[in-house]
Every structure is written in structure tokens, then in C-alpha cells.
């Protein structure tokens, strides 16, 4: 027996239903804030807001440049033996 359930709910209605507090109002709050900070040029708030961005980036074109290196110098491990 299969038996599908689809339910309507609106963001709100979701919340009140899980339970969980409406924080659209504190959002909103800090992307003013934000958006103030960045407005008047203040270097900090854009750094913070784009530092996880950044390092992950650094981090995954790091991997990707070792991983074209290792193709590049012919490493033993990642191409197949003639005698197989």
C-alpha cells in the first residue's frame, strides 16, 4: 500500500507548525545593518561576510591545482601500468 500526503504551507504557517520563532523581523534588522556597514565602506563587514566564501574557494582550487599537477607530471598512481 502506498499512500501520498501533500500539504500547502506558507513559510509562516510552516514555522507555527514546527513551532519555531519568526525571525524575519531580526533578519531584517541585520541586513540593514549590514547594508549601512557597507554602504559607508566599512572594509570589516565585507570581509566577515565573505571570508567563508573565500577560504572554501582557496581551499577547493588548491585541491584542484594538486590534482592537475599530479596529472601533469605523470604520477604512477593515477595512470594505468602498461603491463595490466
Same mark, same amino acid.
Request: proline share 8%.
Given at each position: 500500500m502506498k499512500v501520498?500526503?501533500?500539504i500547502e504551507l506558507s513559510p509562516a504557517e510552516a +514555522?507555527? #507548525? *514546527? /513551532?519555531w520563532q519568526d525571525l524575519s523581523q531580526l533578519h531584517e534588522h541585520? #541586513? @540593514?545593518l549590514a547594508t549601512e =556597514? *557597507? @554602504?559607508n565602506g566599512d572594509p570589516t563587514t565585507i570581509n566577515a561576510l565573505m571570508q567563508p566564501f573565500l577560504s572554501e574557494t582557496q581551499k577547493s582550487f /588548491? #585541491?584542484? =591545482?594538486?590534482m *592537475?599537477?599530479?596529472f601533469m607530471a605523470g604520477d604512477s598512481k593515477t595512470k %594505468? +601500468? %602498461?603491463d595490466k
Open positions: 501520498n500526503v501533500e +514555522r507555527e #507548525l *514546527m /513551532g541585520f #541586513l @540593514k =556597514q *557597507m @554602504k /588548491g #585541491l584542484y =591545482q594538486k *592537475m599537477e599530479s %594505468p +601500468r %602498461p
